[in-house]
């Protein structure tokens, strides 16, 4: 039987851990070769091939991005999914902080894209995903540089999925809600007592719970695949309801 990324090449950021393995799994499962970039690839999960790279640095992604094209046989999806958390008020948060926050999290997105867009022009199915956040929506407290650089990311996919439809480029974002992932531990220790900011995160999903890796891989896998060739410019929100639903509790 034929699955959906048959004889696609997906390569993924940040996938060794959270949203990126979820998501580079299920390409994976679904029939895609795929190519982890991550600071640290050891270790992967045998099914996927891991290159070790910083989004935050050129020389370092343009290497990893053709040494995965050139051995896996070109890129077909690029899931910008590499991203840190950010803590703190405009007061907290100091220059240094906000200039490596948005390497990371903004500049690196347009730096795995420019690198693998010479591959993605070949591509008859060629898509980006990138992710963003519902904090690029909602004004959540201590996230301002994190809900500005996602603010970017959002404005990144409307951009690229101009400049790119007529190269055959779908760019498409996942917002999604707070995901139980290793990303969401860390921000938590961040907090006096990560126990009741936990159960309080819970609670204040529409669904009564976190969302998984796996729900947002979900929505990565439908806007890689060629089931949404006709969506581009757009963000699905995986959020349990946070963003737009009202629910009286
Ligand atoms: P995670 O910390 O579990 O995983 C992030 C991965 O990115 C790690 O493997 C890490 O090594 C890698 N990474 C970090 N900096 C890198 C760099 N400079 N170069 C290469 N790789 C790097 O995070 P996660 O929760 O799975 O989040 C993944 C993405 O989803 C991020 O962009 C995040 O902003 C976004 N997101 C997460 C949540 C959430 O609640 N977890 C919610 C909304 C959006």
């Given at each position: 039987m034929s699955a959906e990324f048959d004889g696609l090449v997906a390569l993924v950021t940040?996938?060794?851990?959270?949203i990126g393995l979820a998501s580079a799994l299920a390409l994976e499962e679904r029939g895609a070769t795929v190519a982890v970039l991550d600071l640290n690839t050891e270790?992967?999960?045998?099914r996927l091939h891991g290159f070790t790279a910083d989004v935050s640095d050129r020389a370092s992604v343009d290497a990893a991005v053709s040494a995965a094209a050139e051995k896996l046989g070109g890129i077909d999806i690029v899931v910008n999914n590499a991203g840190i958390s950010a803590v703190g008020t405009v007061e907290e948060n100091d220059d240094a902080e906000w200039a490596r926050v948005l390497n990371i999290n903004v500049i690196g997105m347009a730096r795995v894209s420019a690198a693998a867009m010479p591959w993605l022009r070949q591509s008859e199915h060629a898509a980006i995903v990138n992710l963003c956040s519902i904090a690029a929506l909602n004004g959540l407290p201590q996230r301002a540089l994190y809900g500005a650089s996602k603010g970017a990311v959002l404005a990144l996919t409307y951009a690229m999925a101009t400049d790119h439809v007529a190269d055959g480029v779908r760019v498409n974002a996942v917002s999604p809600g707070t995901v139980s992932t290793p990303f969401v531990e860390r921000m938590l220790q961040?907090?006096?007592?990560p126990v009741k900011e936990r159960a309080a995160l819970d609670a204040r999903q529409a669904t009564g719970r976190m969302v998984t890796p796996e729900e947002v891989a979900g929505a990565v896998a439908y806007l890689a695949?060629?089931?949404?060739?006709?969506?581009?410019?757009t963000a699905l929100e995986v959020d349990g309801g946070v963003a737009h639903l009202r629910v009286r509790k």
């Open positions: 940040g996938g060794a851990s959270g270790g992967l999960d045998a961040g907090f006096d007592d695949s060629p089931l949404s060739g006709s969506t581009t410019g």
